[in-house]
């Protein structure tokens, strides 16, 4: 493989497997510091010996990609605050769900949920002790509740909260996910609770905010629905806090999100845009030096603006060696590059390996820079619209072969209009964003006419408009695909083998291309024997009861759902993906269920379980049965006791302390989870 001839691509590579070892195993600070500091003593030794004798060894070679392997763990651990004695978790451990006087900064300001507005915060003190650290802030909401500012430091007593695992089988992982930006609680408190703290001091993402917040209060005097205010933000600040359910929804379904984060084509015009402004610079003495420090430092300005997100950091990188290589006359390689970007940014940032916008932000730029070529060769027409088009469309396609199968993994869908919707907006897009930044420069200097904002603001709602045509085309939106990460391993492996073959064409290509598909073949059948046989699930939902029988790739579902809190209900959904299910049949309530030997009964709100012919293995109690618990477990001696979330807190909490008295398993599925009874 060529591209491996390249050294900082071995190297990067290496990196990325420390990195992952380094995530996945339980390798201590000290452990990873010794062995990476005898591994580059080694490296040394090597090296002087070969460059004395001027001899090529392997031994050098095996020696370099170890160390950096090696780096990539120590840089991994090293990132990790909890590794230091000053992080919160070491004092928050010795007294567990206790009030805490604690004071911290806000950080970042999330997307509000339903209850709560969320903050990232940077812990500062918690009980007059310095700490570090960052946690999850979550304030409830009501009418007079105001947006809390980024830099703001408060004081409050509350206590540090667990963060949740998810309670149903194949939902989203949110406290994986935080724990990969290093956030291991979450606080929960009210705007009344909080006390402010005087401070002067400001931090970056303070005054990234504070530019943010001045260029939309600017904006505001022209009269911008919130859904243009909203994609503004998007497309030239990096923040879609604001956009809402629907309009977001639309870009998913048309294959169009991208557009909404920042990424190389934006930084990729901003930079054409520097270049033509301080193209005069480089007439003077040293001009290019001083004309690649200006172009960088502005474009890391505006990746902090734009909130340092993966997919900023990663282009904004990547333009950064692009503008110094052409400034200083050095020649770039496109895969070079690429490597060189990913290495800085995760000797920096080695969680961002994690990222989905990282990981398909990459994979894009590399299909595209693989196969865009060899697409955009198979026809030529000598009409530039003509061409124009069919370069948009071959680069979407490109794009699509490197995250299609990341996309499906993730997300569980295939826009399949994505090349249209990306063949009107992407060629138009360079002059929306080009317009965007002339509207706000004008907006801050209190210049801009409001013919051409609300021009501006219509063009964008035409865009909004386009979009939401495509996503409502539901015909073309494939919906609940199963994908698991051998499917994503394989499809990478085929894709590879497909363009190999297309650009040599020779045995040994078409040789490694059906070994591919074989397999893939495997990967399937593998899949197919590895789905769950038969289980009984009882799920939990909140104020319901929801059940589950899966047998031999069908399941049964047994609820109490209303009509709309069934559409947008996903813990079905999500269950049948990530099994692989194909049919789902819908049931009633039953007073007995019967699994092979064992026996579950359901007790609901009317409190009836008379029964002497049988004696149940499992309770479950639904709907909150008045019932003496005691007396219940005398006369029929369950082995367990399960709670679903229909239940009163209260009456939970009851049973539960019986059950603890009388060591008898209670099963919560508020706190413990989907229970499940595999037979």
């Given at each position: 493989m060529k591209l491996l001839n390249f050294s900082i691509i071995k190297l990067t590579v290496c990196l990325i497997t420390g990195i992952a070892t380094g995530y996945l195993l339980d390798i201590s600070l000290a452990l990873s510091l010794q062995l990476t500091g005898i591994s580059l003593v080694m490296l040394s030794i090597f090296y002087i010996v070969a460059r004395k004798q001027f001899l090529k060894t392997i031994w050098f070679g095996t020696f370099s990609f170890t160390a950096m392997t090696l780096i990539g763990i120590l840089i991994t651990n090293l990132h990790n605050e909890k590794n230091y004695s000053n992080h919160y978790t070491h004092q928050i451990s010795k007294e567990k769900d206790s009030l805490k006087t604690i004071t911290f900064r806000i950080?970042?300001?999330?997307?509000?949920?339903?209850?709560?507005?969320?903050?990232?915060?940077?812990?500062?003190?918690?009980?007059?002790?310095?700490?570090?650290?960052?946690?999850?802030?979550?304030?409830?909401?009501?009418?007079?509740?105001?947006?809390?500012?980024?830099?703001?430091?408060?004081?409050?007593?509350?206590?540090?909260?667990?963060?949740?695992?998810?309670?149903?089988?194949?939902?989203?992982?949110?406290?994986?996910?935080?724990?990969k930006k290093y956030i291991y609680h979450q606080i929960f408190t009210s705007e009344a609770s909080l006390f402010k703290a005087n401070t002067r001091n400001s931090t970056l993402f303070g005054i990234a905010n504070s530019i943010r917040n001045h260029i939309n209060e600017k904006l505001k005097h022209y009269n911008f629905k919130p859904d243009e205010l909203a994609i503004i933000n998007a497309l030239l600040l990096g923040q879609r806090q604001d956009i809402s359910e629907e309009v977001y929804t639309s870009y998913t379904n048309a294959g169009a999100i991208h557009i909404l984060a920042i990424s190389g084509l934006h930084i990729g015009l901003i930079l054409l845009i520097l270049e033509f402004i301080f193209k005069p610079v480089t007439h003077v003495k040293h001009g290019k030096l001083f004309n690649a420090i200006i172009?960088?430092?502005?474009?890391?300005?505006?990746?902090?603006?734009?909130?340092?997100?993966?997919?900023?950091?990663?282009?904004?990188?990547?333009?950064?060696?692009?503008?110094?290589?052409?400034?200083?006359?050095?020649?770039?390689?496109?895969?070079?590059?690429?490597?060189?970007?990913?290495?800085?940014?995760?000797?920096?940032?080695?969680?961002?390996?994690?990222?989905?916008?990282?990981?398909?932000?990459?994979?894009?730029?590399?299909?595209?820079?693989?196969?865009?070529?060899?697409?955009?060769?198979?026809?030529?027409?000598?009409?530039?619209?003509?061409?124009?088009?069919?370069?948009?469309?071959?680069?979407?396609?490109?794009?699509?072969?490197?995250?299609?199968?990341?996309?499906?993994?993730?997300?569980?869908?295939?826009?399949?209009?994505?090349?249209?919707?990306?063949?009107?907006?992407?060629?138009?897009?360079?002059?929306?964003?080009g317009a965007g930044i002339c509207i706000i420069l004008l907006a801050v200097l209190n210049s801009l006419p409001q013919f051409l904002a609300t021009s501006y603001g219509h063009v964008i709602g035409l865009m909004n408009g386009f979009v939401s045509w495509i996503s409502k085309q539901e015909s073309f939106l494939f919906k609940d695909i199963p994908f698991n990460i051998l499917y994503v391993l394989v499809s990478y492996i085929v894709v590879f083998a497909l363009v190999q073959f297309y650009i040599k064409r020779t045995f040994m290509a078409l040789r490694f291309l059906l070994i591919a598909i074989i397999i893939g073949q495997c990967a399937l059948i593998f899949t197919t024997y590895e789905r769950p046989k038969n289980e009984f699930i009882v799920f939990h939902k909140s104020r319901y009861s929801l059940l589950g029988n899966s047998t031999n790739n069908k399941i049964t579902i047994i609820s109490d759902l209303d009509s709309v809190t069934k559409s947008k209900n996903n813990i079905i959904k999500d269950y049948i993906v990530g099994n692989h299910i194909k049919t789902v049949e819908q049931d009633t309530f039953e007073s007995v269920y019967f699994f092979n030997k064992k026996k579950l009964l359901v007790i609901d709100s009317l409190g009836i379980y008379n029964i002497k012919s049988f004696q149940p293995d499992y309770i479950l109690l639904r709907q909150s049965p008045k019932i003496n618990l005691n007396r219940l477990i005398d006369s029929i001696n369950p082995m367990y006791i399960i709670a679903d979330g229909s239940n009163y807190k209260s009456y939970i909490a009851h049973w539960e302390s019986i059950c603890k008295k009388r060591k008898l398993p209670f099963h919560q599925t508020s706190k413990k989870g989907a229970f499940i009874i595999e037979y």
């Open positions: 950080r970042e300001v999330l997307k509000p949920g339903n209850y709560y507005d969320k903050y990232i915060i940077d812990l500062l003190d918690v009980d007059n002790n310095k700490i570090s650290g960052k946690s999850l802030l979550n304030i409830e909401k009501d009418d007079a509740t105001k947006p809390l500012k980024v830099d703001a430091i408060y004081i409050t007593k509350t206590e540090f909260k667990d963060l949740t695992n998810p309670l149903n089988p194949h939902q989203f992982n949110y406290k994986s996910y935080l724990e172009l960088v430092s502005i474009l890391w300005c505006f990746a902090i603006i734009a909130g340092l997100s993966a997919s900023v950091t990663r282009a904004v990188t990547m333009f950064s060696i692009v503008a110094i290589a052409k400034n200083l006359n050095r020649p770039t390689n496109i895969y070079n590059t690429l490597a060189i970007s990913a290495f800085i940014i995760l000797l920096f940032k080695p969680m961002f390996l994690f990222d989905v916008g990282f990981q398909l932000s990459y994979l894009a730029v590399f299909a595209i820079v693989a196969i865009d070529p060899l697409l955009y060769k198979l026809w030529k027409t000598k009409y530039w619209l003509t061409d124009k088009l069919w370069h948009t469309f071959t680069v979407t396609v490109s794009a699509q072969f490197g995250i299609i199968p990341l996309s499906l993994y993730y997300f569980h869908q295939f826009p399949s209009l994505f090349f249209l919707s990306n063949l009107v907006i992407i060629p138009l897009l360079g002059y929306i964003l």
